[in-house]
């Protein structure tokens, strides 16, 4: 929430703008003064206690992205103020600057690419840019074992086995060492290279509803982690009960779309969601010996003050960041991964006595706190440990059936009955030239 004060309306005339003086409830206008608080939309209210409207939903999700840069690099900063004015005029366009430094422009199709361009060359930047070629965004996923073959025939018993065992025999073929060992069951074991860590991972892939169900309900999961971090800090929170409602639903409906033996109560057993910890995938806690605390203990009201629980072991955290960092970069092509599920069923840490001695002085140098120098003495562990926990995942991943997910835009076209065979025709044309075969829209509503 900010303070800001209006400074102009204008009535909006097609391109141009009338400035007024007072505009009367239930008209279209234009209000200066807000480039500095307002990004892509706002409530305005001279109350603080206004709450806030619902924000503005695109239909389009923006998928075909561009890396833009000036043609002469002494006009970056007008390149850059021009992008910020484009990403707050365009409520379905992204900018993202990536690790490489690039600009990155993020359109709904080719069309609203080239609108994009155009404006902001010749309104926002001013200047002279060089665009590389569209990118369209991949998702990399496991499928379950095929049950028909390449002609559309059912597969026998023995012809599945066979075509799953030669499935992850291409997986592993080149990649399986002394330190990776991979089950005929696609579980993968890994120890790290200093011989003190060990991990075993098995992946799965998620029912479509599922996924479905994370990828819209990011914004929950975000705040879920959020509170889940303040409790094993121990901070008090107060948790409104709208918040509440909203993770107890997202449990709810989870518990409804995962059933089955193979799903049996592994919403409790959620690890961690991913990538960037909100992400469609999920890690799962499947240790025996390893009671971490519940991913929605905020919906206990008895836990939202901090209580002494089960601890967490040390390098949980790990194992955590070797998982996001695996789906964050899948090993097909290094796009995030999309509706798998890993399942952590071995985790063994070894440590040598070396370390438990340095670690005791380290305590009672420090005035007898234990653990105070823990995380220091066990660095290299840690660091090979989140290593062994992406290469567990990556193998664990090929280990299934491999697919890349595409993009696509549904589209449904209304017209009348005297041009639906002219339009059949155009749109024979348009898929002819995007994908070089003839075929129209399965069904067109009249």
Same mark, same amino acid.
């Given at each position: ?97 990536? &690790?490489?430094? &690039? ?25 002279? @840019? ?22 559309? &025939?059912?597969?026998? =018993? ?43 991972? +098995? ?29 094993? &800090? ?12 909203? @993770? ?52 206990? +009201?008895?836990? +939202? ?84 926990? =992406?290469?567990?995942? +990556? ?52």
């Amino acid at each position: 929430m900010s303070c800001c004060s209006l400074q102009t309306l204008y009535l909006l005339m097609g391109r141009e703008l009338e400035e007024l003086e007072e505009v009367p409830a239930g008209n279209v206008l234009g209000i200066g003064g807000l480039e500095d608080f307002v990004l892509k939309s706002a409530t305005l209210s001279v109350s603080p206690a206004c709450p806030p409207f619902t924000p503005i939903n695109m239909e389009a999700t923006p998928i075909v992205r561009v890396a833009i840069e000036p043609k002469h690099p002494s006009e970056m900063p007008k390149l850059v103020r021009g992008m910020r004015l484009l990403n707050q005029a365009d409520p379905c366009a992204e900018i993202l600057i990536q &690790e490489t430094g &690039e600009h990155v422009l993020v359109t709904a199709g080719e069309v609203h690419l080239q609108r994009c361009l155009d404006d902001l060359r010749e309104r926002f930047a001013k200047v002279e @840019i060089s665009v590389s070629k569209p990118i369209i965004p991949f998702r990399e996923t496991v499928v379950r074992p095929p049950k028909v073959d390449m002609v559309n &025939e059912e597969l026998g =018993k023995q012809q599945k086995v066979a075509v799953i065992h030669q499935v992850k025999d291409d997986s592993s073929q080149g990649r399986v060492s002394d330190s990776v060992q991979v089950d005929p069951g696609g579980l993968v074991t890994i120890t790290t290279p200093n011989r003190l860590a060990t991990v075993s991972v +098995r992946a799965m892939p998620l029912p479509h509803e599922v996924t479905s169900l994370l990828e819209s309900s990011s914004d929950v999961i975000r705040t879920l982690e959020q509170i889940n971090l303040s409790l094993r &800090e121990g901070k008090t929170l107060d948790i409104s009960s709208r918040t509440v409602e909203a @993770i107890a639903g997202l449990k709810a409906q989870l518990e409804s779309l995962l059933q089955g033996r193979r799903w049996r109560d592994v919403v409790d057993q959620i690890w961690a969601f991913g990538p960037r910890r909100y992400g469609p995938n999920i890690l799962l806690n499947s240790l025996k010996d390893y009671p971490r605390p519940s991913p929605w203990q905020c919906l206990d +009201r008895a836990s +939202r003050t901090p209580q002494a629980g089960p601890a967490l072991r040390d390098f949980d955290n790990s194992i955590v960041s070797g998982f996001q960092l695996a789906t964050l970069a899948g090993p097909m092509c290094e796009e995030p991964m999309m509706g798998v599920c890993f399942s952590v069923e071995r985790w063994e840490v070894r440590t040598p006595a070396p370390l438990k001695e340095d670690a005791a002085r380290s305590s009672e140098a420090s005035g007898g706190a234990a653990g105070s120098s823990q995380a220091d003495c066990y660095g290299p562990v840690s660091g090979q440990l989140i290593a062994a926990m =992406k290469e567990a995942c +990556r193998q664990a991943f090929q280990a299934q059936p491999q697919r890349l997910m595409a993009a696509m835009y549904t589209c449904e076209i209304m017209t009348t009955a005297d041009v639906l065979g002219k339009l059949q025709q155009v749109e024979t044309l348009r898929f002819c030239c995007v994908c070089g075969s003839g075929f129209g829209l399965s069904e067109l509503h009249r």
